[in-house]
């Protein structure tokens, strides 16, 4: 009987373990764990870990390289700042055939090869010319990693191929082109992850254009070209666990400036049974773009997305689909048509009759018929309202692309090195006019100017700060006010809001090791010249910029070395360092590296050529940008703004967005600089940041100052003050004029209210300007500048309005029409045409003994000055230490 009862309570227990195991199974079957994972870091010899905190084997003496005479390890002999070190800075090079050999389970595999274009062992990185094949596949041909960075506007180079392995050994053979005496073939990383068939269709795929399917099966090789999470921001490989796929930003393909809305799902994203987790991460299918709210404007333009790929292939296009606003849950509310090469794909798709409901992930694969040519072409893809089929939403929607080249029929994947465009002389608008003086003289006279300025302007600061300081002991708070000048790479800053820091010791232990290049300070000294003053930038609050040369003379920097008197202390100069090292983008200045030495603090940057955009505006000999080259600026800085915002891992906010932290380089790419007070934005759970209020005259949003509550709009209100100083060259704030004219952004709103703003704009602009570019730009610095945030474009409506005022500027210049622009007939959305009306106390400011027009862009028209703007300048809250 006791045994009966052992064996009843066994039954249950066994039932509930087998269910569980059940359970765990199910739950495993959507988390793809790869049977094989290779990283191998070429020309390495120990184990290294990248900036993901991926772990990667190095070949020297590994099982996959075998040993060979022919083959030589090396370094890179220079290292562009936004090139990670693993494993970019080690190759394997070859001057005659090589295979690497890795054993590995049958199956698909994800094989990526990674290049770096620079120089090893002295080889001229031109010559670098190969072509690469695994078992019967030819993945490149004749390549030029330099030739397609170049093209491409890359620092490197990842290609990834999705490839079927029957007899569990994998070779991957580089064999230097016999095309060149000198070429020769090197590698710096080879990864090899096992994949499930996700890209192979029984059915087979639509071709667009006909009625037929193209099958893809395990005789095919596909390479892939494009992995975009469309509205949503670059997933690292580590955001893709188990395949470790790069999702990048959609924005840089978007045609035109109809970039449409980004949104971001309100409910939870539920995986259908018949598609497993890994066929695309949640974070893709969780954003999507869509055309905007717009009915009547949805109807007139496709949203339209544009990749360039190699001629004479056909492509694999996979569109990842999810309906991620809740008031979209039934059938006919919101349907679109797809085309693509300007073919129909889909008369009419309806993302919730596909998926059965709202957040459901879903994908639809299309192949492209091959396109003639030799030189790279354009795949279009398109999105429009189904107009025929009535739906509640004249909208579209897209979550993710993926496009892929498919071999032919020999196995081949390699196409053509894509051609770099034609290289323009970039003219230095130094030499478009002569100037009054030689450049020694200019330059002491930048700095006697700086000088005096900064005398004048302390000395007013104090007076501030003594007010201030008397009324606060009055009232017996405790708190106390500690001004500081924030230094902008090569310019003077007037901000305030820190307080003081203590700056002593070594700051080493409190930043991380891994995230940029770290200098000594014997290597500062050599590279700076023992701080030759010859090499003086500039000067600010933090300390004295220097103009360097590091690694033999062969990368120009610029250094910002930390005065031990400064008041700006450690938190800045570690917040620099930490933002600035994990964010990469064409318009965000490089931070190369950092010296913490003998209690310095010092910073090294790509050295920018043409210094700060202030210097371009007014008090300067310089000569004048042209509108078109402003404009030009003015998108760069706010795709800059718009990366922050919205394409890095968390939402950043500059806090000191000012045309002296707007740099620009040889080319006159702008370059955003100085994140000594940038700060982590809010969560999703939260619509702002309140922390103390810290930023420079004259660009500090009001609404920030008022709340102390910090959102991204505040940099938006900054940028607003920034196209206003672009476009009348004077300063931001300037208390040298009657109060009612200091604030530029308040006078020029009020100009702009007025129809008169036309009135108050750089002289050298007269007649340049397209007047519907005008209006268009004028209406936006408007709304940049709103009082409060809510009324604020985001940052990406903002550089879509500019991206238009500039396609407005080309088309008159195209048509001639600016030759007889009459600046006075613009038509304010106020009070209608201008008609040449004037402001009785209206004066552009250039009048009387002014021998350059540019020297101090100041603007006599009467206006209030607001309370808010003047506490600005007497005071900024200290409360606690620095945030």
């Known amino acids: 009987m006791k045994k009966n009862n052992n064996s009843n309570h066994l039954f249950p227990i066994s039932t509930c373990v087998c269910l569980s195991f059940l359970l765990h199974l199910i739950s495993a079957a959507d988390t793809y764990f790869p049977t094989d994972k290779i990283l191998l870091n070429c020309g390495a ?13 190095g070949d020297v003496g590994s099982k996959f390289a075998p040993a060979a005479a022919n083959t030589l390890t090396s370094t890179a002999a220079t290292q562009d700042p936004s090139v990670p070190d693993v494993p970019y800075m080690t190759a394997r090079v070859f001057r005659s055939e090589f295979t690497y050999s890795f054993p590995v389970a049958s199956g698909r595999k994800f094989v990526r090869l990674y290049f770096y274009p620079a120089s090893y062992n002295g080889l001229n990185a031109s010559n670098a010319l190969f072509s690469v094949t695994s078992g019967p ?11 397609t960075a170049e093209a491409l506007t890359y620092a490197f180079i990842i290609k990834e191929y999705s490839l079927n392995v029957e007899n569990e050994i994998l070779n991957v053979t580089f064999r230097p082109s016999s095309n060149a005496s000198n070429s020769y073939a090197f590698i710096n990383g080879i990864e090899v992850v096992s994949m499930p068939d996700i890209y192979s269709s029984a059915n087979g795929a639509l071709l667009v254009g006909l009625s037929s399917q193209f099958t893809i099966d395990n005789s095919t090789t596909l390479e892939n070209v494009f992995r975009i999470n469309v509205g949503g921001n670059y997933i690292s490989p580590t955001g893709d666990p188990g395949l470790f796929r790069s999702w990048y930003d959609d924005s840089p393909y978007i045609f035109g400036a109809a970039f449409g809305v980004t949104d971001v799902a309100n409910m939870t994203i539920q995986y259908p049974t018949d598609l497993p987790k890994y066929t695309a991460p949640v974070d893709v299918y969780a954003t999507a773009r869509t055309m905007g709210p717009d009915a009547s404007i949805n109807q007139n333009y496709n949203l339209t997305w544009i990749f360039s790929v190699d001629p004479g292939f056909y492509h694999l296009v996979r569109l990842h689909f999810c309906e991620i606003q809740s008031v979209i849950n039934k059938v006919n509310q919101r349907v679109f048509q797809i085309f693509i090469n300007n073919q129909t794909a889909e008369a009419a798709f309806d993302v919730v009759a596909w998926t059965q409901g709202n957040g459901i992930p879903t994908y639809k694969d299309y192949v492209v018929l091959p396109q003639k040519g030799n030189a790279q072409q354009d795949l279009w893809l398109a999105l429009h309202p189904a107009i025929a089929s009535k739906p509640n939403y004249y909208d579209a929607i897209l979550n993710g692309v993926e496009i892929f080249k498919v071999s032919d029929s020999n196995g081949n994947l390699a196409g053509p090195n894509p051609i770099p465009p034609p290289k323009q002389a970039v003219v230095d608008p130094s030499l478009a006019r002569s100037h009054t003086s030689g450049n020694s003289k200019n330059q002491a006279a930048v700095i006697a100017g700086g000088v005096i300025g900064g005398v004048v302007v302390s000395c007013l600061l104090c007076f501030f700060v003594f007010v201030v300081s008397r009324r606060r002991r009055q009232r017996k708070d405790s708190s106390a006010s500690d001004g500081w000048l924030p230094l902008s790479l090569y310019g003077n800053s007037h901000s305030a809001g820190s307080a003081k820091t203590n700056t002593t010791g070594s ?25 030759d003053e010859a090499l003086l930038l500039g000067v600010g609050g933090f300390g004295k910029v220097y103009k360097g040369e590091i690694d033999g003379g062969s990368i120009k920097v610029a250094i910002k070395r930390g005065n031990p008197l400064s008041e700006q202390g450690v938190h800045e100069f570690q917040t620099e360092i930490e933002m600035l090292s994990k964010l990469r983008h064409r318009h965000l200045v490089s931070l190369i590296g950092y010296c913490e030495e003998n209690c310095e603090m010092i910073l090294v940057y790509d ?15 310089k000569p004048p940008l042209p509108w078109r080259q402003r404009l030009e600026i003015c998108i760069g800085a706010a795709r800059g703004l718009h990366y922050l915002h919205t394409g890095a891992k968390h939402t950043i906010i500059h806090r000191d967005v000012k045309t002296t ?5 040889e080319k006159w790419v702008a370059k955003v600089s100085d994140f000594g007070l940038s700060k982590t934005g809010p969560t999703l759970d939260h619509t702002h940041v309140s922390t103390v209020v810290k930023g420079s005259f004259g660009y500090l949003d009001p609404e920030y100052f008022r709340r102390q509550q910090l959102t991204e709009k505040s940099d938006v209100y900054s940028f607003g003050v920034v196209l206003f100083e672009i476009l009348c060259a004077r300063p931001a704030l300037n208390p040298t004029l009657a109060k009612e004219q200091v604030s530029l952004a308040e006078w020029a709103l009020h100009c702009q209210k007025k129809g008169i703003l036309d009135q108050i704009i750089d002289p050298y602009l007269k007649g340049k300007i397209a007047p519907e570019c005008f209006k268009k730009f004028a209406e936006i610095a408007e709304k940049c500048v709103a009082d409060q945030g809510i009324d604020r474009p985001a940052m990406g409506d903002v550089l879509w309005h500019l991206e238009f005022a500039l396609q407005l500027q080309e088309s008159a210049e195209e048509n001639g029409g600016l030759a007889t622009c009459d600046m006075d007939a613009y038509e304010t959305p106020f009070n209608g045409k201008c008609g040449g009306k004037k402001d009785p106390d209206a004066s552009s400011g250039f009048e009387g003994n002014v021998t350059d027009s540019r020297s101090n862009g100041i603007c006599h028209l009467p206006f209030r000055f607001s309370e808010t703007n003047l506490l600005c300048l007497l005071l900024i809250n200290s409360q606690g230490a620095a945030n």
């Open 661 to 665: 932290n707007i740099l620009l380089d």
């Open 507 to 531: 700051y080493a232990s409190s930043l991380p090791s891994n995230l940029c290049r770290h200098f000594s300070f014997a290597e500062i000294k050599a590279a700076t010249n023992n701080f």
């Open 45 to 57: 010899a120990q184990e290294s870990t990248d900036s993901d905190g991926r772990k990667w084997t």
């Open 137 to 147: 596949y030819t993945l490149l041909k004749n390549f030029s990693v330099s030739q």
């Open 607 to 621: 050295y920018m050529a043409h210094g700060t955009l202030r210097e371009h505006l007014y008090k300067t000999q």
